[in-house]
């Protein structure tokens, strides 16, 4: 079992930034490709980055490409999601998610493991 912890989400004015986090632990945290996705009330959970085992492929919803960075530091067994130019449309619940599948473009029923989310708000 791999546990997930997010952290960093917060209130933030628009076009401001939050470094989102995501701490795992339980299982060899390289052995998975971590992904972020969003969840709206009313809406279907939505892919926002993909990172690969290793750190060297990413992959981004064009909604945020250019404004978010996905990364992660195998060694300290996390990942982090830097959002900057943050839109009132980017408020949701952010969640993390390891898949060994290192494909990055799964959609999140084929995640093995989820943590249980930060909340991010943008005023406008």
């Known amino acids: 079992q791999v546990q997930l912890v997010e952290s960093g989400g917060g209130l933030v004015q628009a076009g401001g930034s939050l470094r989102l986090s995501c701490a795992a632990s339980g299982r060899t945290f390289s052995n998975y490709a971590m992904g972020w996705f969003r969840r709206v009330p009313g809406k279907e959970r939505e892919f926002v980055a993909a990172i690969s085992w290793s750190g060297g492929a990413t992959h981004y919803a064009d909604s945020v490409k250019g404004r978010f960075t996905i990364s992660r530091d195998n060694a300290e067994n996390t990942g982090y999601l830097q959002m900057n130019s943050l839109k009132p449309e980017d408020t949701a619940v952010y969640l993390c998610?390891?898949?060994?599948?290192?494909?990055?473009?799964?959609?999140?029923?084929?995640?093995?493991?989820w943590g249980q989310g930060t909340q991010v708000t943008v005023s406008s």
């Open positions: 998610g390891l898949v060994e599948n290192n494909a990055l473009n799964l959609g999140y029923e084929f995640y093995d493991y």
